[in-house]
């Protein structure tokens, strides 16, 4: 070997060590030479003797599910403050504190929980009381995107705000309204739990009812009005109801011996609260007075508007604001007829999804192996465990639809029953795997072909974070989904803290398109009624229960806009095709 050779193998092995060394120095800088498995940080516990002095906060929602949700902590001796609405100046806080790249709900969130933590210190208060007197309440992660780092994400922010140590308490999107704090400090009882299940219920309705009647409301602004009067009912009624207790119900003499049999008269006691929630005399009662309330707005239905059906990410389809570029103002002050979304929806889809998973996971949890088919008493025994998790599912399901089904109904029909997730899912299976996880999963698929085959909307609009990747895989498939139903008329539209313009151009695109749907759909159907509109509107006039919105137009099969089966409906009201109801009292 030579002597130049033998420079080159020292050069490379002096190379080679001095990379080693830098690595070294490098890794020990970053505290990554003794690396560890990441473990969740330890959250300083909200203990139950802090109840009576610190505040729970909570944001995200509507102002009318937060309303009613502040009403029920209230209600279970909870102090309780919902966040104002996030706005841009939250959106570049978290977007100041957090890292970089996640999804605008995160930076709005967060942004807006320092915004109201840097309010309290204007007001006097000191960090350390802020920290001691305040929790956040709010939606963990479903995992296979940002959204699944969001409770590390707050952490960071905050700290990065000056406000480390603060308490954020979590209940998990994928398992619903279940705490993840598991802290003495938030305590679920039947009455907080019955009580919430209410709340979001109402929520949605009374949600979406504000939306299908101000589109068509005869006197601007009487909506708002009206619902806030409803709104203040409910959450009064929310937080001062009388609690259900079996002892303070029965008999003298009966008392004193259920009292000696506590599991009796727990069981007892749970089932009353359940019926009082449920079908209790005095919520009965609130709703029928909130109907009456609605009743008296008036409306015109003969303004033909467009629906637009409004799908996509969780938060982005709830929102209402700059967190997704103010879009439901928009687009009624563009003449559109908004049809929200409910958290109901995905309250059901969570179950129905966990029965599919269970079904297809029966035979790898199964201790045995199939037993042959005439041993029937083994098969059943094997099938067991899958038979009652498959129960508690569906009866779960069908409680939650049926109560949404009755608020809906108590409400005066205003809002719409939740679409069955069995048929989303077959509807989107075709086109996206019903069993596919992430985000809102085939929902946006599911929905959008299910209010095109039922002619429920004239036009679907999809909301989602910028770069949200489970909504960004349901658009990739929404263009088969649209080659399939040549008629569809499907946007998408990524929200962020900017672009606001570029957005509302695109949907005035489309919306152009849904109008002019919307107003042939209209002059075919008064076509096929052979009468003028001018006696169409002068029969209107003449029975004052068209104008009420608790009147019940039926839907007719091909026909999607308000006006155009308001039309076919007085047309045979006219050549008495049809009797004259009356709106709901």
């Not at 002597?3 to 800088?29: F, G, P, T």
């Not at 929980?113 to 840097?118: A, D, V």
């Not at 003969?302 to 709830?318: D, H, M």
């Not at 990739?476 to 509302?504: K, R």
């Amino acid at each position: 070997m030579g002597s130049k050779e033998l420079i080159e193998i020292q050069s490379d092995r002096e190379i080679n060590e001095c990379v080693a060394a830098e690595r070294l120095r490098l890794l020990h800088l970053a505290g990554l030479n003794s690396p560890s498995h990441f473990r969740r940080p330890v959250e300083r516990p909200f203990t139950g003797e802090e109840r009576n002095h610190v505040t729970i906060l909570l944001g995200g929602l509507t102002w009318k599910h937060e309303k009613l949700i502040q009403a029920v902590f209230q209600g279970s001796g909870y102090r309780c403050e919902a966040l104002p609405n996030p706005n841009l100046v939250a959106y570049h806080l978290g977007k100041q504190f957090g890292n970089a790249g996640q999804c605008n709900p995160a930076y709005f969130t967060v942004g807006n929980l320092i915004c109201y933590l840097r309010g309290l210190e204007d007001r006097g208060l000191r960090k350390q009381e802020i920290l001691d007197n305040y929790v956040f309440f709010t939606a963990g992660g479903c995992g296979p995107c940002r959204f699944g780092m969001y409770e590390s994400e707050y952490r960071m922010a905050l700290e990065n705000a000056g406000f480390g140590g603060f308490r954020v308490l979590l209940f998990s999107q994928n398992d619903g309204i279940k705490a993840k704090s598991g802290e003495p400090g938030l305590k679920f009882t039947v009455d907080f739990g019955m009580g919430m299940l209410n709340a979001v219920i109402l929520g949605d309705v009374i949600n979406e009812a504000i939306y299908n009647i101000r589109p068509y409301e005869v006197t601007p602004g009487q909506t708002d009005r009206v619902f806030a009067e409803v709104m203040e009912t409910l959450s009064t009624f929310l937080r001062e109801r009388e609690r259900f207790e079996i002892l303070e119900r029965i008999p003298q003499g009966l008392r004193r011996r259920l009292e000696q049999k506590k599991k009796l008269k727990d069981i007892l006691n749970t089932l009353g609260k359940v019926r009082e929630h449920l079908y209790g005399k005095d919520y009965t009662k609130v709703l029928r007075r909130c109907r009456e309330r609605i009743g008296q707005i008036e409306v015109d239905r003969l303004r033909v508007k467009p629906a637009v059906k409004i799908t996509g990410e969780f938060w982005a389809q709830l929102t209402e604001g700059d967190g997704n570029f103010n879009m439901f103002a928009f687009l009624e002050r563009e003449g559109a007829h908004v049809l929200v979304d409910a958290i109901g929806n995905w309250i059901t889809y969570l179950m129905h999804q966990a029965k599919a998973n269970a079904r297809e996971r029966k035979g790898l949890e199964a201790p045995d192996p199939l037993p042959p088919w005439w041993q029937f008493g083994r098969r059943i025994y094997r099938e067991l465990p899958y038979g009652k998790k498959w129960l508690l599912l569906t009866l779960g399901e069908r409680i939650w639809t049926r109560q949404y089904a009755r608020v809906v109904e108590g409400l005066g029909g205003v809002a719409h029953p939740l679409p069955p997730q069995s048929d989303l899912a077959d509807l989107a299976h075709p086109f996206y795997h019903s069993l596919a996880r992430g985000g809102e999963g085939h929902l946006e698929v599911g929905k959008n072909v299910f209010y095109t085959v039922h002619h429920l909307c004239h036009m679907v609009l999809a909301l989602k974070p910028f770069g949200c990747m489970p909504s960004s895989q349901s658009d990739g498939v929404q263009s088969a989904v649209v080659s399939h139903y040549p008629d569809m008329i499907f946007l998408p539209i990524e929200t962020a803290g900017e672009g606001e313009l570029n957005a509302h151009s695109r949907v005035q695109m489309a919306l152009g398109e849904a109008k002019a749907k919307a107003k042939a759909e209209f002059e075919h159907c008064l076509a096929a009624t052979r009468e003028k509109l001018d006696d169409i509107r002068g029969y209107v006039l003449e029975h004052p229960q068209l104008r009420s919105p608790l009147y019940r137009v039926p839907h007719r099969e091909g026909v999607a806009g308000v006006a155009a089966n308001f039309v076919l409906h007085v047309s045979d009201l006219m050549t008495r095709k049809a009797h004259l109801g009356m709106a709901e009292p």
